[in-house]
Antibody, heavy 119, light 108 residues
Framework: EVQLVQSGAEVKKPGESLKISCKGS????????IAWVRQMPGKGLEWMGI????????RYSPSFQGQVTISADKSISTAYLQWSSLKASDTAMYYC????????????WGQGTLVTVSS | EIVLTQSPGTLSLSPGERATLSCRAS???????LAWYQQKPGQAPRLLIY???SRATGIPDRFSGSGSGTDFTLTISRLEPEDFAVYYC?????????FGQGTKLEIK
């Protein structure tokens, strides 16, 4: 069974760093892209970027370039999304999702990680 | 960046009725790289339709997609109680991948 299991909810203060994770199982992790998607409270879905764990090829949305870092450790089938200095506006639910080719739909999604940034 | 505009913003219908949701793109979407997702409260999105008209695995045949170029439609032939949710279209043919703002399908 294909699963993407994300790390648990986080509560952080502005200026703190954070790294959340997405662990894939039930499929060949290195053969599928992993995307990260933001959903701010009560809002729609925003594509942040993607990574191909096989060779760490990474692409960012211009809206998120320089704001976050996407990485992966194929040895443990895990992708990451990290911030070096959180802002209150980073408060959101973050989803990971997989797709087979760069131009592919997102066929499986993680359960989401809620990040709350508040002083 | 391709902007996707969904309409209506909210659709109020009763179980058993037919739902028609629209997604219009600011420029032509190559090779019909258009998907539809369903999201229920507190849940992750679920893929319904890809390639504009292909149903994802396990999706009931009351869901159908159509369209090409800049105009796409998701149709739910007979609404079941579990179909009331928010629906998003997404283009995945060019970067950045973009989503529409969503259509909320609510019970009338």
């Amino acid at each position: 069974e294909v699963q993407l299991v994300q790390s648990g909810a986080e509560v952080k203060k502005p200026g703190e760093s954070l790294k959340i994770s997405c662990k894939g199982s039930g499929y060949s992790f290195t053969n599928y892209w992993i995307a990260w998607v933001r959903q701010m409270p009560g809002k729609g879905l925003e594509w942040m970027g993607i990574i191909y764990p096989g060779d760490s090829d990474t692409r960012y949305s211009p809206s998120f370039q320089g704001q976050v870092t996407i990485s992966a450790d194929k040895s443990i089938s895990t992708a990451y999304l990290q911030w070096s200095s959180l802002k209150a506006s980073d408060t959101a639910m973050y989803y990971c999702a997989r797709h087979y080719i760069p131009t592919g739909p997102f066929d499986y999604w993680g359960q989401g990680t809620l990040v709350t940034v508040s002083s | 960046e391709i902007v996707l505009t969904q309409s209506p913003g909210t659709l109020s219908l009763s179980p058993g009725e037919r739902a028609t949701l629209s997604c219009r793109a600011s420029q032509s979407i190559s090779s019909s790289y258009l998907a539809w997702y369903q999201q229920k409260p507190g849940q992750a999105p679920r893929l319904l339709i890809y390639g504009a008209s292909s149903r994802a695995t396990g999706i009931p045949d009351r869901f159908s997609g159509s369209g090409s170029g800049t105009d796409f439609t998701l149709t739910i032939s007979r609404l079941e109680p579990e179909d009331f949710a928010v629906y998003y279209c997404q283009q995945y043919g060019s970067s950045p991948r973009t989503f529409g703002q969503g259509t909320k399908l609510e019970i009338k």
